[in-house]
């Protein structure tokens, strides 16, 4: 079955860098667009950023120039770099991928807090 795997959340300081993983599995996994989601406390989930089988890339305006999504489709991998974080980035990160008709399948999320 389906299985999206994030780690490397943690605590860091404004102006610190993370980088997240999504290990995925039971999938082809080149074959499809693979997407970051946060969540921060109180407010719906949103887009961060998209990769596509062909590795082109989009992102959403407030991460723009400090993130990068990036896949190693030997290890069936997705990866979120995140550079210059805010207290604002404070979220829980979630990895996405859409199969056909059966849906969307999202990984337990990995938190990431931004202190001032």
């Known amino acids: 079955q389906v299985q999206l795997v994030e780690s490397g959340g943690g605590l860091v300081q404004s102006g610190g860098s993370l980088r997240l993983s999504c290990a995925a599995s039971?999938?082809?996994?080149?074959?499809?667009?693979l997407s970051w989601y946060r969540q921060a406390p109180g407010k719906e989930r949103e887009l961060v950023a998209d990769?596509?089988?062909?590795?082109?890339?989009t992102y959403a305006d407030s991460v723009k120039g400090r993130f990068f999504i990036s896949r190693d489709n030997d290890k069936n991998t997705v990866y979120l770099q995140m550079n210059s974080l805010k207290p604002a980035d404070t979220a829980v990160y979630y990895c996405?991928?859409?199969?056909?008709?059966?849906?969307?399948?999202w990984g337990q999320g990995t938190q990431v807090t931004v202190t001032v």
């Open positions: 996405k991928v859409v199969i056909g008709v059966e849906g969307n399948y």
């Open positions: 039971g999938f082809r996994f080149r074959w499809y667009k």
């Open positions: 990769i596509m089988p062909d590795g082109t890339t």
